[in-house]
């Protein structure tokens, strides 16, 4: 098999799945609403069961649900009859996982959830099937072939299953209002946490500021740039920002002004400078500072006071970048 072969067949896979999936999105119909409103105003969790490469996928789906604001667990079908249905509450929703809707591991667990009264979603390629005909919500996640040549490995179907969660997830997500604090709540470890959790208060400089008044002279600024990292603020009498002197303006003060150092500050600041709030999140201190090719910014409190200076490398530092 040549290389152009085998780069045909990977594309010929990704192809059948895209294609896949858009015969699956238009089919999203009322049931999808019925069951995001179920989820949302159900008391009880959310129960995710079944079996092989279905169970896989709902495996993810109940970490997706729990990871974002809706409490979810998964179930194993032959343990939930051996002992651990015995974690289904009358309140939950149950979603059950399965192409044919005849997996036969999953079918009595589906007549013991309805002796108990439990609400069932089901996510299934058949419609008529008989998980479909017990469920109170069918999604439907036909599909033409799978991706396999054979047609028997699963891999489509389970394409098509995994994006069915995450859009439930993600709706649910947004039907609970769920917010960034909330998921950084959820994710404190790792990178994402540190992206999340980092307020700017956190790694701003707060000893020794970098701070002249408007009637100060350059040559006072050129000895706070040298030692305060490249930017200075010019603050009034009660330390709000009027302005922000840096390495660059210097640069180009130098280069068209000969002796420029008995210059007053207030000539050359930027009068609209751009500043961050000590509670804000450190990476949206990052997004400004990218977007505006800027290296520091004044840190002000809710009097709109100077209280710290915060820098791009100490952000990128403590890991918001």
Not at 38 to 63: E, F, H, M, N, Q
Not at 254 to 277: C, D, G, T, W, Y
Request: aromatic content about 2%; charged content about 25%; proline content about 4%.
């Amino acid at each position: 098999m040549s290389a152009a072969d085998v780069i045909e067949r990977g594309r010929r896979v990704i192809r059948l799945e895209r294609e896949a999936l858009a015969e699956v999105e238009c089919r999203l119909d009322d049931a999808f609403a019925r069951a995001v409103e179920l989820i949302a105003t159900s008391k009880g969790r959310v129960i995710v069961a079944g079996v092989g490469k279905s169970g896989l996928i709902g495996r993810k789906l109940a970490a997706t649900l729990t990871s974002t604001g809706t409490p979810a667990t998964f179930l194993h079908p032959v343990e939930g009859l051996h002992g651990d249905l015995g974690i289904v509450g009358p309140a939950d929703v149950v979603i059950l996982l399965s192409k044919s809707g005849e997996t036969p591991e999953l079918l009595p667990l589906v007549e013991q959830l309805r002796r108990l009264g439990v609400h069932i979603v089901a996510i299934t390629g058949e419609r008529e099937s008989t998980l479909a005909r017990h469920a109170d919500v069918v999604l439907d996640t036909w599909v033409r072939e799978e991706a396999c040549p054979y047609d028997l490995a699963p891999t489509t179907s389970t394409t098509a299953a995994l994006v069915m969660g995450d859009a439930l997830a993600i709706t649910l997500l947004e039907r609970k209002g769920f917010k960034r604090e909330d998921f950084a709540r959820l994710h404190p470890g790792g990178s994402l946490g540190k992206k999340l959790l980092t307020r700017v208060q956190d790694v701003m400089v707060t000893d020794k500021l970098p701070m002249l008044p408007p009637t100060a002279t350059m040559r006072e600024a050129v000895v706070l740039l040298a030692e305060r990292r490249g930017t200075v603020a010019i603050v009034d009498d009660e330390r709000h920002v009027v302005g922000v002197v840096t390495a660059g303006d210097l640069t180009r003060l130098m280069e068209r002004e000969e002796n420029f150092l008995h210059i007053p500050v207030s000539r050359v600041m930027n009068q609209a400078p751009k500043v961050a709030r000590a509670d804000e999140l450190g990476s949206a201190a990052v997004y400004r500072m990218e977007q505006f090719g800027i290296m520091a910014m004044p840190v002000l409190d809710g009097d709109a006071r100077m209280i710290g200076m915060v820098h791009l490398h100490d952000l990128m530092r403590a890991g918001v970048v």
